[in-house]
């Protein structure tokens, strides 16, 4: 595990540890304590009587995955209990559905809980935290768990990046890939293609020349670093595909116009600023850079990058 692994995860941890009230230790750690301590209710629940968490990222779970933790859970005790709280006078699950499920295929008809008291944002915060915290959520899940939360609180990325201790841009990130076409995102849940290559198809303004360029990936299996060169070239030809669509908007008579300095300009910030830019110069010199943006969230992301105090260089070609 690299460090830079451990300290998402260890941000995750802190993230998790104070939406629960849990206290923290002089390095950032959760502090254990006894249940008594924390006033929370430990019950032996049955486990057809606690609802689903209607928060859940997750659509699929593993079931091979499941099989084999219901194998554990026969073999030996429950080593950590569910969280639930109680709506309407019913238990609904708040974190632990794998652990539930598997109880249930391992044919227990009870499971450890603990009872504590979470509204609707707290519960979707915390289900957001806890799949985070697990490798095998595809992304497409993650981000629209990103965006049913800020949709339904009316909350900007930054604020919850604030609340669950996560980078903005880990959120931003994530939340892009929705800006692809369903056919992408469907290969990316089925992990045709991954979040590294999916982020390198989003410069590309043409989504039919999106989609064709994930097939490439697909049947070529090329490298993320691949398609990155193979994008940084169609942006910096813009000539037509094999169809004839072109590739950006930008027609060839303004760019035999631009001159190499300027072109090489453009095809450098599109790379860095992940949308379409636009160079114009006139003779005398003067001109005008346009930054195009598809939504409110893609501005915020692309003010942010021109507020930073130290923007990225531009490697410009002589």
Not at 148 to 156: G, T
Not at 247 to 275: C, W, Y
Request: proline share 4%; charged share 30%; glycine share 6%.
């Amino acid at each position: 595990m690299t460090s830079a692994t451990t300290n998402k995860d260890r941000r995750l941890g802190k993230g998790l540890a104070a939406l629960l009230g849990t206290p923290l230790d002089e390095h950032g750690n959760p502090i254990e304590q006894s249940n008594s301590a924390k006033g929370i209710e430990t019950l032996e629940l049955p486990v057809h009587e606690i609802e689903n968490n209607p928060f859940q990222p997750r659509r699929e779970f593993n079931h091979e995955e499941i099989a084999s933790l219901a194998e554990s859970l026969r073999n030996h005790q429950q080593l950590q209990p569910i969280l639930v709280r109680v709506v309407d006078g019913r238990y609904q699950l708040i974190s632990g559905e794998r652990r539930l499920r598997a109880t249930i295929h391992a044919g227990l008809q009870t499971i450890r809980a603990e009872v504590r008291e979470a509204d609707d944002r707290l519960v979707a915060e915390l289900a957001i935290i806890e799949n985070l915290q697990r490798k095998d959520l595809n992304p497409v899940e993650k981000a629209m768990s990103f965006k049913r939360y800020i949709d339904e609180h009316q909350c900007k990325q930054d604020d919850l990046a604030k609340r669950l201790s996560i980078d903005r841009s880990t959120i931003a990130n994530l939340m892009r890939l929705l800006e692809l076409p369903e056919t992408i995102l469907d290969w990316l849940v089925a992990g045709e293609v991954s979040a590294g290559h999916a982020r390198a198809l989003l410069p590309i303004g043409d989504e039919l020349v999106q989609v064709r360029t994930a097939q490439k990936i697909i049947e070529e299996r090329w490298s993320v670093r691949a398609t990155e060169t193979y994008v940084s070239e169609l942006l910096k030809n813009e000539e037509d595909d094999e169809t004839g669509r072109k590739v950006l908007n930008a027609t060839r008579q303004r760019r035999k116009q631009a001159s190499p300095h300027l072109d090489a300009m453009q095809q450098e910030m599109r790379m860095i600023f992940g949308t379409k830019v636009e160079i114009k110069s006139s003779a005398r010199g003067r001109g005008k850079i346009t930054i195009h943006f598809s939504d409110a969230e893609e501005f915020e992301r692309l003010r942010d990058m021109l507020a930073e105090k130290s923007p990225p260089a531009l490697k410009i070609a002589g």
